[in-house]
């Protein structure tokens, strides 16, 4: 069973920038949708970004224009690089695998990813 390990969580002023990795811990991921979600205390869980096989990113509302979903070198990880952080994208984030792999139709239900990983943390202050 595959595992994903999220890193680069931290604390932050607002303005501030902050990269998220996403480990596999086997099997690749280039085969998968993968997808980036937050869920800030007392809130609903929100899709950040999702990346579809061929790279193609959709974002949530949100976080366009700030956030970027990236693929690395090696076929296991998943980034989420954050800019301009603000005090409202503080939240638990989570990177999740989709039990599929599909050109250009990533989503950002949660419900339709099968695999998540235990979160990392993220909070800015102003």
């Known amino acids: 069973q595959v595992q994903l390990l999220e890193s680069g969580g931290g604390s932050v002023q607002a303005g501030g920038s902050l990269r998220l990795s996403c480990l596999a811990s086997a099997d690749s991921i280039s085969t998968y949708d993968m997808a980036w979600f937050r869920q800030a205390p007392g809130k609903e869980r929100e899709g950040v970004a999702c990346?579809?096989?061929?790279?193609?990113?959709r974002y949530g509302d949100s976080v366009k224009g700030r956030f970027t979903i990236s693929k690395g070198a090696t076929e296991n990880t998943v980034y989420l690089q954050m800019s301009n952080l603000q005090p409202a994208d503080t939240a638990m984030y989570y990177c999740?695998?989709?039990?599929?792999?599909?050109?250009?139709?990533?989503?950002?239900?949660?419900?339709?990813?099968?695999?998540w990983g235990q979160g990392t943390q993220v909070t800015v202050s102003s």
């Open positions: 999740a695998r989709a039990p599929w792999g599909t050109n250009g139709y990533c989503t950002l239900t949660g419900n339709l990813y099968s695999i």
């Open positions: 990346i579809d096989l061929d790279g193609s990113p």
